[in-house]
């Protein structure tokens, strides 16, 4: 059974990636995605990690809000 969870997880992160828009946006460049990911977590790495997350946290709660779709939810915190 755990398998079957990593597997639902890695799937509903990938379809983040692909709701921010960031697929089309780097036009599909795996590199540009994964710097963008390395990016955000040295950030959370540092000393302003409390205020990123906040900030972060309040623009996911915004998009899932503004969407209709029901499969939108927003998972753990």
Known sequence: MKRRERTRQLIELGGLVAK???IELTEDDRAII???LIEAAAKLSG???DQAKLLWRRRGQRAFGASHDPD??????
């Open 34 to 36: 994964f710097g963008l």
């Open 72 to 77: 939108d939810v927003p998972g753990p915190s």
């Open 20 to 22: 921010a828009g960031l």
């Open 47 to 49: 000393g302003d990690r």
